[in-house]
């Protein structure tokens, strides 16, 4: 059973914009959540963060520029991503926030989704 699967990565130039999707399994829907964001060779990073209120958190690189937002009723995580860098080039995840998934006792993460910004 995946219980995060994330979507909407593509290849854009910079300054263009993507929407990120992250559906949820259903028992873990109101749980706070992250996107976090791994480029070439680098550790995995928090981009953004929600909780159950619609509380939102930033990091200072996309602050301005990344919104995240949450869709209960479809189980579904954002995150609205404009003014795009080439620096934002990676492989972009979601997960439970501050601890992320456990499923049978490993850590569990989705396959995440590419986004590339070309200059």
């Known amino acids: 059973q995946a219980h995060l699967v994330e979507s909407g990565g593509g290849l854009v130039q910079a300054g263009g914009s993507l929407r990120l999707a992250c559906t949820i399994s259903s028992e873990f829907k109101l749980n706070d959540m992250a996107w976090y964001h791994q480029a070439p060779g680098k550790q995995r990073a928090l981009v953004a963060v929600?909780?159950?209120?619609?509380?939102?958190n930033y990091a200072n690189s996309v602050k301005g520029r990344f919104i995240i937002f949450r869709d209960n009723a479809k189980s579904t995580v954002y995150l609205q991503m404009s003014s795009l860098k080439p620096e934002d080039t990676g492989v972009y995840y979601c997960?439970?926030?501050?601890?992320?998934?456990?499923?049978?006792?490993?850590?569990?993460w989705g396959q995440g989704t590419q986004v590339t910004v070309s200059s």
């Open positions: 997960n439970t926030w501050p601890s992320n998934l456990m499923i049978n006792g490993r850590p569990y």
């Open positions: 929600i909780n159950s209120g619609d509380n939102t």
